[in-house]
């Protein structure tokens, strides 16, 4: 099996690679009669689209989806809806050196030792360029789940982190960095023009938040919420660490003060605290879902590097090309259409099961 495949009710398969034709996504499972259109899908992969500021990759992919397939005059019709983005500007002879040796910190080598063979153009499939697929996934998993907003955002990039108390939902969608902290932006622009002029690159924190998810969404043991989202989000590229809720920093805490307090509320049990991450058990509290993941530096650098070649001999390599000096910027658009999958996906299982 070659795990190009996502999900249960709701499952989605991406194909292509950084430097052919096109990419795309298959999505099955979606119910029928949902109105959806390349409208519906396009907004979403605006916001991941790349070369929008000095600091994003320059490659200039305008990324206009199509429905090839599963509509018929604007409805879903409950078969596979097959999505597709051309590729209009690759840049192949850029990785004329990576051919010939492998890139620390990608999956040359890694690709190399398992398939014997592997495209160096751009990373093929190994390429973040295969983002936007689960993108254009997501944004249909959206429609099954319209009553959940689902909102990500950088809250640290460079060992810099958000004062939460200037923590703003709006100032989100006014920078380049997907910040909810303007003032934080402003030095998270200094510190990145810093490392992309060193030939650098810098790692970044994504936050992740759903409201509106009902209590109940998951299952125990083998199916818990929270552990396929961790999946899901482990899945992204150059993602090193996820964590739901307050993660490591409950290792911290004590007993009592970890405790999400309850008390009675008008709509079942008013929560005083949020620690869980808005699961229990591996389901859903009802509680706001939060979901944290740790993206490494950009691997593709100016910088040279230590390497071997393709024979084992030792080597330097540097990246030339186009590539983002903070892969964390463009992860919030993924990240969040991962979660609504996973989400989108639990609302489905969880009606198949208990009817409700």
Same mark, same amino acid.
């Given at each position: ?6 999900? =249960? ?9 950084? =430097? ?9 499972? @979606? ?40 509509? =018929? ?105 997907? @910040? ?27 936050? @992740? ?65 949020? =620690? ?81």
């Amino acid at each position: 099996m070659s795990h190009n495949s996502f999900g =249960h009710l709701l499952r989605f398969t991406t194909w292509g690679e950084s =430097h052919g034709p096109a990419i795309g996504a298959v999505v099955d499972g @979606c119910p029928p009669g949902l109105s959806l259109s390349e409208a519906d899908i396009q907004p979403w992969l605006d916001k991941r689209r790349p070369g929008q500021s000095k600091y994003t990759t320059q490659r200039q992919e305008p990324d206009q989806v199509r429905i090839l397939s599963g509509v =018929h005059e604007g409805q879903t019709t409950g078969t596979p809806i097959s999505l597709m983005i051309e590729n209009v500007d690759q840049r192949s002879k850029d990785y004329s050196d990576v051919a010939r040796a492998y890139r620390p910190g990608h999956a040359d080598y890694a690709y190399d030792a398992k398939y014997g063979l592997r495209d160096p153009r751009g990373g093929g499939r190994s390429s973040a360029r295969e983002t936007a697929s689960r993108v254009a996934a997501g944004a249909v998993a959206r429609l099954v789940i319209p009553q959940v907003r689902i909102r990500a955002c950088l809250v640290e990039l460079g060992g810099i982190a958000v004062d939460r108390s200037r923590f703003d939902d709006a100032e989100i969608d006014r920078n380049p960095f997907f @910040c909810p902290d303007a003032q934080t932006a402003e030095r998270w622009a200094e510190t990145l023009d810093a490392a992309r002029k060193a030939g650098s690159s810098l790692g970044a924190i994504v936050e @992740c938040t759903a409201s509106g998810v009902p209590a109940g969404w998951g299952s125990p043991l083998y199916m818990k919420l929270d552990s396929q989202l961790a999946s899901a989000c482990m899945g992204i590229n150059a993602v090193k660490g996820v964590e739901i809720g307050d993660g490591f920093a409950a290792a911290r805490l004590t007993g009592e003060t970890n405790a999400d307090r309850m008390r009675p509320g008008a709509d079942g049990p008013q929560f005083l605290s949020n =620690h869980s991450g808005g699961t229990a058990g591996g389901i859903s509290t009802g509680q706001p879902i939060v979901v944290r993941m740790a993206l490494k530096p950009t691997s593709s650098i100016l910088t040279p590097v230590e390497t071997i070649d393709r024979a084992g001999e030792a080597t330097e390599i540097l990246t030339k090309g186009r590539h983002d000096p903070c892969v964390g910027i463009r992860a919030a658009p993924v990240m969040e259409a991962m979660v609504a999958l996973v989400l989108a996906d639990a609302a489905l299982m969880h009606r198949g099961q208990t009817g409700r």
